[in-house]
């Protein structure tokens, strides 16, 4: 693994297609062997609370009069800037950040400092903030591979400031500028969907080809066909969705493939429902098979049951082999905490209990002491950033790391954050998990792309990895507490 591709331990919004970087210095420019990056610097340690409190206590120590930080080597700042960032101490990060390029302006990390700056600032949302740094970056280490990642980087902050055709643009640029660069597979594939955030179709569809024709037999031409299914639903040209998922359905679903049979063929036989065509519409659900984690299966049964006569039947027979599925399995999923998640639900009804449970199940397993990755605590593995916006609504003021851990803070917290997406996508529990764990601000995007309303079609457009994964794990405890659970909790007989 490379050392950019390490640096994305360190950051906790991972982005679907998209890479991470540095930004360049007024006078320096590192040769792509100089160029450090913060990941160097970087442990599974770093993420520990031991070593945030143990950076900030000798912070606090070796501070001068003036409140500035001490002399340390470029490494030594480097290193504690990575406890910070795998924290999510952003402030105290962004400080050895910036004291390495200031104190040192000519040495190799000065790349990965800045990267690190302008990365911080977008996991806040500060894209105005991050976007002259990832400028800088592109334009002057254009020959270091920190320099083609923050030229990639632009077009990423560009979508999230609503200029997706700026973006489209910007990926298209890579393409040229850097035709074997490290992102050059994502970066094709998101001139794709940026055009058609951008609403030119059109320009969208000419890519598909053109991406084919450049990854052809590798996942990167699966995905540029996927892709391609989706705009064909979006835009209800259901005779070619068909026609564009049979053929996808004729390849393979290899690793890097962004897709399943699964998928396909719920879009498919969501395709032919859509045209009218309700006898093939049933036989093609009938071949996404449903099982207790089917994500696909569970749509395609409640299809069957909607669409009436032979698919009623099998929908109905679909769903009482998975509900035994899922008593088999009861001990799988308990309800502990009620009495909190009831106290923190009850004058927030939008809020389904049994879908908070779901998410605390995949989150935390319901163990109140783990600790993520990406420096989420608790039951519901809330970040400080998290916290703090939603903390006040609670009934919460000042919190310290420990209270995280504890699940009568964790709960209300998260219920809050919660109750504030079910409005933001009331009806679509897929878009709140997906919101959860990528961000709503993506979601609003995806959720604008997928153009039905319809969750599989939604669930389809979701454009991280682990976010769709994470959605199709809760939307399957959610199902299975449903069943299992009364909206109070109590158990069903």
Known sequence: MSPLAQLLLVCTLSLSCVSVETSPHETATATPAETVSASEFFTADAQGDDALASVRATDRAGRGADGQLPQLSAQEHMRRAAVYHANRAFNEARAHWRTVIERYPADASVPAAMFGIGRSLYQERSYAEALPIFQKLGDNYAGTEAGRDGFYYVAATLLRLERPAEAATRYAEYTTRFPEGERIENAYLNVIDSWREAGRPEEALAWVPRTRARFAGKPADTNALFARLRLD????????????????????????????????????????????????????????????????????????????????????????????????????????????????????????????????????????????????????????????????????????????????????????????????????????????????????RWVKRAGHDDAGVFASEVGFTESKDYVFKVMSNYRAYRHLYTEDLRPRR
């Open 233 to 444: 639903v979006s835009r209800a040209d259901w005779q070619t969705a068909t026609r564009t998922a049979d053929e996808l359905l004729r390849g393979s679903f290899a690793r890097g493939v962004q897709t399943s049979a699964a998928e396909v063929a719920y879009l498919k036989a969501y395709s032919l429902e859509r045209a009218g065509q309700k006898e093939q519409a049933i036989r093609v659900y009938q071949t996404v098979s449903d099982a207790l984690g089917s994500y696909y299966g569970a749509l395609a049964s409640e299809r069957l049951v909607r669409l009436g006569g032979a698919g009623r039947t099998a929908g109905q027979e679909r769903e009482a082999r998975v509900r035994s599925q899922i008593v088999a399995a009861r001990a799988n999923y308990p309800a502990p905490f009620r009495e909190l998640i009831l106290r923190a639900t009850q004058k927030q009804r939008k809020l389904d209990p049994r879908l908070l449970l779901a998410i605390m199940r995949q989150e935390s397993g319901f163990n109140p002491r783990v600790k993520s990755g990406a420096a989420a605590r608790g039951l519901m593995q809330l970040t400080v950033d998290t916290a703090a916006k939603y903390a006040a609504r609670a009934g919460l003021n000042t919190l310290q790391d420990d209270d995280f851990y504890r699940p009568e803070v964790s709960i209300p917290v998260a219920v809050e954050y919660l109750v504030e997406l079910t409005n933001l996508f009331p009806n679509l529990p897929e878009a709140v998990a997906a919101s959860y764990n990528g961000g709503e601000d993506n979601v609003l």
